[in-house]
């Protein structure tokens, strides 16, 4: 959850420190801190709230090495005495995770003397590394040995007055990764982060430690008798650092909107020009990994999960194979019934994600290796434990709502569903020549949908002074109302609910008034008419609706029915055209309330601890 970077140079590195954490400000900004390191030793700032107040706090501190960290609260409220970098006997420490025996440890350290000043688990560790270096004084080999005595997640940076030019990291279970720049070596969750001073990039394994200085790297084993010295390939990034910046947009999440026709372009780059689909765009062996499937079992969480719940409709209609959408917290933690043949996709936007990371070892361990990666970051740890793989290609998603992420996830899990149609005999030369063409256009189709940014946002006003609405939609989008009210949740703070149209009469229907909008979703579908009866129930009881339609679905606006029609209709990847007004028209009502749009209380972008 939280944001970490950290630098060894030969120049003043407060200012990449602090352009980093802004970067790293979408996976926590419950507080924010950081410490160098000077003549006089360690000098440490933290700030309640955002990057901006503890930029303030350090304007004109000059030092080559330094810790940074942007918090996103998990043990301790936010609160300035909790934020990190925390302190111990001349050493400060940065992390990111969560510490699962960190009770049995401070017990230890109380015991021995350590006094501790917040309620974090990271605090521990600082006092852990300080005990270790009275055993053994150098900084890198102290830090393995407390590593060693850690269960759970973490990355960690950790620097010492008694050595001026040296940081150490190390990774278990949450993202880190190194730079390497002209002027010294850095360290950050992220390669935004890093973009300003290098885009040549080291992605960490879990259980390896870093010992950076301005003019050397070594990176060794946290566990075995000897801190094994190994090495970590250098990949040169090809996240441009342009793409991170907010340029003429308001928000990111306005930003990500209309980002989407590039996204998907990008996205379906490989499949542009081809006369037909290729396997082969999930990796080498896709054939014959594929070809052994015989069910697909999907992990995923929030709108990753959503996205799974449109594929079980395409892939057991098109490709007729059954599938299991599971979240990813709950799959890991029940019994179920393996299956060796059966397809474990696991969807993240980070590839991070921590419940799905330990969902898919855990389906893994169950003796289910056919596994695939969905997911937007290539080096990230679910795509690399995968067998096969598919890397989205929206860029970079600062916006803590997922926008492009979600629908560039759609179209791979769209490719899936038309690849595993193939392998199974199920897909016709001339359907799927009719489906290439559909992704083909599927840009521009977007393109035309976000053209009526104007009259969504007319209709947002109706929202913002509402507490409470209602989301409906039925076959493959009803998981796309599901996004749409977990959309308006998470950036306006309205209550919202989604539910099958169908299920209207079993419950939802005793909260219909004229003060709890309906929004609808509308494809002009075999469905249609159902929701029309549906629609029809709801403004009988008073009911205010909101639909969007497709073109030809005959719905006129009338008293208590207000209807956007879509400009056109887009058959079985229509999901992806439906869910973008709805983004829009949260991104609208939160603008109107005036809160948080890009950084919604309580929430941070990636979920990297249980």
């Keep these: 959850m939280c944001g970490i970077v950290a630098a060894a140079a030969t120049d003043n590195v407060v200012p990449v420190l602090i352009e980093g954490l802004k970067k790293l400000e979408y996976r926590g900004y419950d507080s924010a801190g950081l410490a160098v390191l000077r003549q006089g030793g360690i000098e440490r700032h933290r700030a309640l709230g955002r990057v901006a107040e503890l930029a303030a706090r350090a304007e004109g501190l000059a030092a080559g090495t330094g810790i940074a960290h942007t918090r996103w609260a998990t043990h301790g409220a936010p609160a300035e005495h909790n934020a990190h970098p925390h302190l111990s006997d001349g050493l400060a420490v940065v992390h990111n995770g969560i510490i699962e025996n960190y009770e049995e440890l401070k017990a230890e350290l109380l015991a021995q003397g350590y006094a501790f000043t917040s309620e974090t688990d990271t605090e521990t560790i600082a006092h852990l590394i300080a005990a270790c270096l009275k055993i053994q004084p150098d900084l890198a080999e102290a830090v393995r040995l407390a590593c060693r005595r850690l269960k759970g997640a973490y990355a960690i940076a950790v620097i010492a007055e008694a050595e001026p030019d040296r940081v150490v990291v190390a990774r278990e279970g949450s993202p880190l990764l190194l730079g390497v720049g002209e002027r010294g070596y850095y360290a950050a969750s992220d390669t935004s982060a890093l973009l300003q001073v290098t885009r040549q990039m080291i992605y960490l394994e879990n259980g390896d430690l870093a010992d950076l200085r301005p003019d050397s790297l070594e990176i060794r084993r946290i566990h075995g008798d000897g801190g094994e010295v190994v090495s970590r390939p250098v990949v040169v990034s090809q996240l441009a650092a342009d793409a991170v910046e907010l340029g003429q947009y308001r928000h990111y999440m306005q930003k990500e909107i209309f980002e989407q026709p590039e996204a998907l372009a990008n996205t379906l780059e490989m499949v542009g020009g081809a006369a037909s689909l290729q396997p082969g765009l999930f990796g080498a062996d896709a054939v014959r ?193 599901l996004e749409g009210a977990l959309k308006l949740k998470e950036i306006s703070y309205i209550h919202a609910e989604a539910y099958p149209a169908g299920e209207l009469k079993h419950g939802p229907l005793a909260l219909v008034d004229k003060e709890m909008p309906v929004i609808a979703v509308a494809p002009n579908d075999h469905l249609l008419e159902k929701l029309k009866s549906n629609l029809q129930e709801v403004r009988a009881r008073g009911g205010e609706l909101y639909v969007f339609a497709d073109q030809g679905c005959q719905l006129q606006d009338a008293d208590g029915l207000h209807t956007l029609a879509l400009p056109e209709h887009y058959g079985p990847l229509s999901p992806i055209l439906h869910v973008l007004p709805l983004q829009l028209l949260s991104y609208h009502a939160a603008l109107i309330k005036g809160t948080d749009v890009d950084k919604p209380r309580n929430l941070a972008k990636s979920v990297t601890v249980e």
């Design 289 to 481: 990994l594929l070809g052994q499937v015989d069910a697909v079992l999907i992990l995923a969480c929030g709108t990753s999960s959503h996205a799974g719940m449109v594929a079980r409709y395409w892939i057991e209609s098109i490709a007729r194979v059954p599938v299991t959408v599971e979240i990813a917290s709950e799959y890991r933690y029940r019994e179920s019934v393996p299956n060796p043949r059966q397809l474990v996709v696991a969807i993240s936007q980070s590839g991070e994600t921590a419940d799905t990371l330990a969902a898919l070892r855990y389906a893994r361990e169950l003796g289910q290796p056919l596994t695939l990666a969905i997911c937007n970051v290539p080096e990230s740890a679910i795509v690399r434990e995968c067998a096969l793989r598919f890397i989205t290609r929206a860029g970079p998603e600062i916006g803590v709502a997922s926008t492009k992420a979600f629908t560039t996830q759609l179209a791979a899990l769209f490719l899936l569903t038309l690849v595993l149609a193939k392998l199974k005999g199920r897909l016709s030369e001339a359907v799927e020549i009719e489906h290439l063409q559909a992704l083909r256009h599927l840009p521009v189709a977007v393109q035309k949908v976000l053209a009526l940014e104007p009259e969504i946002a007319a209709w947002a006003r109706n929202f913002a002074n509402k507490h409470h609405a209602l989301f409906l939609g039925r076959g493959r989008h009803y998981p796309i109302a």
